[in-house]
């Protein structure tokens, strides 16, 4: 698929990878929705992207607000053709804690729901939105990339909930590519590891550098931009389809 003038929704798309992956698409060519909770960077980047893009404030736990976010992809940009799902948290919590308290199961919904359950969420509407294009070259009438992570194979301790959201990405991409087939859809996911993004901002830096170690060539956190990058070309590689690509400088996580 040629991303000039194809319309992409971004989930997290404010910052971080998402906003990365926005920015990619529209300086080639494409229109973007920016799906976000962040108001503030998300007019900020659609005021820096002028009419190549719009913000649409979205939960994507929420069925009317992801319905919304694609009706405005519709009626703004006449189509919808492309869904990346980055939005994500990933506060860790042990499953026993130090004093053998248990994990909260508040904090595990959360994560699963807006990591997994958002992501089919968005996944399942734009779906439903690609199926009604004209198809393309192959008869292929959108694609879908669904962020997953190296936890979901290597998860350390505190990431049951993260690991777990992440896993469950990894496999429903198969599932749904199989089922899209029918509809000229392809399904596929990206499972970065240690990207320096807004959440990495937090950590002390003698974190950072633990996990800096971790990585094996280049010596360093993966940048937003090589991400974008690789959604880009999962976009214009047909044949790429079903499948999970990791982008982690071949690093394997430690168990903590």
Known sequence: ????????????????????????????????????????????????????????????????????????????????????????IANPEKVLDREGNRHSMDHFRRVIGVNLIGSFNVLAEAAQAMAKNAPGADGERGVIINTASVAAYEGQIGQAAYAASKGGIVSLTLPTAREFARQGIRVMAIAPGFIHTPLFDGLPEAAVESLTQQVVFPKRLGKPEEYAKLAGHIVENTYLNGEVIRMDAAARMAPK
Request: glycine letters at 12%; aromatic letters at 4%; a negative charge.
């Open 1 to 88: 698929m040629d991303i000039k003038g194809k319309t992409v929704l971004v989930t997290g798309g404010a910052s971080g990878l998402g906003r990365a992956t926005v920015t990619a698409f529209a300086e080639n060519g494409a229109n973007a929705v920016i799906v976000d909770i962040n108001d503030e960077m998300g007019y900020a980047l659609e005021k820096e992207l002028g009419g190549a893009a719009v913000y649409v404030r979205t939960d994507v736990t929420s069925e009317a607000d992801v319905k919304a976010a694609v009706d405005v992809a519709l009626s703004k940009f006449g189509s919808l053709d492309v869904a990346v799902n980055c939005a994500g």
